[in-house]
């Protein structure tokens, strides 16, 4: 509990300094994400992970970006796991652009009767084709989601914080990149399939342009075979 308490502080950190300017959009959706994360268990204690998410945007009408994900997790209790995984990441927004990110994972999860919290850290190195040398991101995110009686639904919140830890030549630089604040409700169809939708804000750090918020309405259906 106390790493997850201090993992909640660095993250409620970066939605305080949020600039004023970010509140004055009217309330839209910028974005529509879809979102399949599947877990196939090859053993009692690994999985194989796969993710398809594309992504589309109102103010930008037609796809913005598509992102392929595949992992290998190792569980070894039920409150901890590691994964190592492969991103493929392909922008259509200003302009055609491809990303491919490598990344190791911590997640810490506890369940207290009918709430979950779990606590995730990972890291990336992204590599842009055409541009020279490796960019190094940390993630760090905390979920939480509360049954609702012994009904199916559930509530579910999460916060999650960007950081890139390097200066990248014609790439990303060194600072908070964007931070991620869900909220949402969740539907278990069966025991193996769940869907959750809900609405996201993510606020964007930029260094040659305004900071930016954008609005996103987050769709996912989660399987478990």
Known sequence: MRIMSLLFACLLAPLLAVPARAAEKP???DQIWLQAP??????????????????????????NQF????????QPRKTVSYALGFDT??????????ENRLWQQLQLQRRYQQLTISARWRLEERYFVGTPGVSLRQR?????????????????????????????????VAGIDRN???AGVAVAIDRRRTVEAGYRLEYINKTDADDETRRQLVVQLASNF
């Open 27 to 29: 309330f839209l959706l």
């Open 38 to 63: 599947t877990q196939f268990r090859a053993s009692e204690k690994v999985k194989i992970l796969a993710d398809v998410s594309p992504r589309f945007g109102f103010k930008d009408v037609g796809l």
């Open 67 to 74: 992102l392929v994900r595949t992992a290998i997790q190792y």
């Open 89 to 98: 990441v392909d922008n259509y927004l200003p302009t055609r652009s491809h």
């Open 140 to 172: 760090m995110m905390l979920k939480a989601s509360r049954q609702l009686g012994k009904s199916r639904f559930s509530l579910v919140g999460s916060d999650e914080l960007f950081v890139t830890m390097n200066n990248m030549v014609d790439g990303p």
């Open 180 to 182: 991620r604040l869900f």
